[in-house]
């Protein structure tokens, strides 16, 4: 094993893969979600086929535990593999009041969020009149459009040629803590969008909005309207130092890959990798390639977002088995460029169970999947466990929250 100053540790956060279980997901609305074990049963019944055949197949996952972390945490495990054992396990429970992006990795990070996050209701419209004007007045507009509950591509495809033809901005929100603002990259501009939503983030973050998020977009009436990757998230900053701060201000080096910079305000972050639009198959190949060349003692943070973008919003179970198995298969590449002293923990945020009704993130139990560390069924732990675990192992001090799971 290698000197503590000198190991590193990946945190790969697997965007809305839950196990159910959550002990309050009734207060949600959530009582019986399960991400994984739904999916799982979809397949074994031969429902899910579009695109794959046969039962769910996580052959890498459940060596890592997925399938007894699953068993751990709820009472409807679904049927997954037994594989032999060859990492350690846990089933993390949430604890702040929320289901969010933020609030999902700022606990991992070892931050619970201390208030409640400000959503807007599903009516129209549904953000304030001095909230619309504002954005109005920001991008220099006679009015918005949209201002409602929406889907990010269905919005696009029904405003954007009224939005092109006017000038005016698409408003949208969701049941997360976000203010969506989506424009054309060529009409409306790109400078000028992200400057709209960075004018609007003091304001918003003042009312305990989580995120106002620049959605760009390109495209005609004629051939359709498709979004960009230069999306661009303007978070709050956490309340406390996280992970990223912590393990930064002890002369780490810290990678943030994906959309982990815009979850954590950019702070605590020596460098930040996207791949604009290559999609999770991008961010998977910046992970292989920091699993080569990423100093001794670096912390790599990241985030896979199409199983929660692209499948589990869109309630689409057959892609959401898909993505899972691209993952397990892509696996062992990444477990063969980690060498010793190198950790890996595998977890996810919350859930987006794509069998549940609506199109909302589900409560749930998270899987804590680690590689690195020797085998231990570790049960049931909370997501601030996750940040007390890394920490401990790159030799950080830890916050207040949580305990090491291997200590």
């Not at 972050?269 to 003692?297: C, Q």
């Not at 890996?344 to 909302?360: E, F, M, Y």
Request: net charge negative; aromatic share 6%; hydrophobic share 40%.
């Amino acid at each position: 094993m290698k000197p503590a100053a000198d190991r590193r540790a990946f945190l790969v956060v697997l965007d809305s893969v839950g196990i159910g279980g959550a002990p309050d997901a009734a207060l949600f609305g959530d009582e019986g979600a399960n991400t994984i074990g739904h999916v799982a049963e979809t397949c074994a019944r031969g429902t899910a086929g579009a695109g794959r055949d046969g039962p769910l197949h996580l052959p890498n996952m459940a060596a890592l535990g997925l399938g007894r972390a699953l068993a751990a945490a709820s009472d409807h495990p679904g049927p997954l593999p037994d594989m032999p054992q060859r990492g350690s396990w846990a089933a993390a429970t949430e604890h702040s009041a929320g289901k969010d992006t933020p609030t999902g990795h700022w606990e991992l990070a070892g931050v619970p969020v201390p208030w409640r996050w400000h959503v807007f209701p599903d009516e129209v419209p549904a953000l304030p009149a001095e909230i619309s004007r504002r954005i109005a007045e920001l991008a220099g507009s006679d009015g918005v459009l949209g201002n409602c509950h929406a889907s990010g591509t269905e919005i696009i495809r029904r405003l954007g040629a009224e939005h092109v033809k006017t000038g005016r901005p698409i408003v949208y929100t969701s049941a997360d803590s976000v203010i969506q603002i989506a424009a054309h990259e060529e009409s409306f501009g790109l400078a000028r969008l992200l400057e709209l939503c960075a004018g609007l983030a003091p304001q918003a973050h003042a009312m305990r909005v989580g995120r106002v998020i620049a959605r760009p977009f390109t495209g005609t009436p004629e051939s359709g309207f498709r979004r960009t990757g230069n999306r661009r998230d303007f978070a709050i900053a956490p309340p406390e130092p996280t992970l990223l701060d912590r393990a930064l201000a002890a002369g780490r080096t810290t990678h943030a890959v994906g959309k982990i910079g815009d979850i954590f305000a950019h702070r605590g972050i020596t460098h930040e990798h996207k791949a604009p639009g290559r999609g999770d198959a991008g961010l998977f190949a910046i992970l292989l390639d920091l699993a080569e060349r990423a100093a001794p003692g670096s912390l790599v943070f990241a985030n896979l977002v199409e199983f929660d973008s692209e499948y589990g919003h869109r309630r689409d179970v057959a892609g959401y088995a898909r993505h899972l198995e691209w993952f397990d298969a892509a696996l062992p590449a990444l477990l063969a460029r980690l060498g010793p002293g190198d950790l890996l923990v595998i977890t996810a945020d919350h859930g987006n169970d794509p069998t549940w009704r609506g199109s909302d993130h589900t409560r749930e139990r998270t899987p804590v999947l680690i590689h690195g560390a020797g085998r231990a069924d570790l049960g049931l732990c909370r997501f601030v466990d996750v940040d007390a675990t890394v920490a401990r192992w790159l030799a950080v001090p830890p916050g207040p929250h949580g305990t090491d799971l291997l200590g």
